[in-house]
């Protein structure tokens, strides 16, 4: 029988829930915080940098289409910024 540790961690890498590097920063924090609100935040290198940029971009527009609120500035900045570091295809 497996340990509950043993279990979750199972489940976790085969659902991707890994965790996301460098996550003691802030912009790995709102990144998880906020584009974990509605899905899983996707690992940074799973997408290219433009990639990401026309993802935040269909985000934004999906957000307007519900009438949610967008990011704050500073908190798309931070975002912004940890995914073009951590992103795939160097």
Same mark, same amino acid.
């Given at each position: 029988?497996? *340990?509950?540790?043993?279990?979750?961690?199972? %489940?976790?890498? %085969?659902? #991707?829930?890994? =965790?996301?590097?460098? =996550?003691? *920063?802030?912009? %790995?924090?709102?990144? %998880?915080?906020?584009?974990?609100?509605? +899905?899983?935040?996707?690992? $940074?290198?799973?997408?290219?940098? $433009?990639?990401?940029?026309?993802?935040?971009?269909?985000?934004?527009?999906?957000?307007?289409?519900?009438?949610?609120?967008?990011?704050?500035?500073?908190?798309?900045?931070?975002?912004?910024?940890?995914?073009?570091? +951590?992103?795939? #295809?160097?």
């Amino acid at each position: 029988m497996l *340990t509950r540790a043993l279990a979750v961690t199972v %489940a976790c890498a %085969a659902l #991707g829930c890994t =965790s996301l590097p460098d =996550s003691d *920063t802030t912009g %790995a924090q709102v990144y %998880a915080r906020r584009c974990g609100e509605c +899905h899983r935040a996707y690992q $940074p290198g799973s997408l290219t940098w $433009p990639m990401w940029q026309y993802q935040l971009g269909r985000m934004q527009t999906l957000f307007v289409q519900l009438r949610k609120p967008w990011l704050s500035s500073d908190e798309e900045g931070f975002v912004r910024q940890y995914l073009e570091q +951590h992103a795939g #295809g160097r």
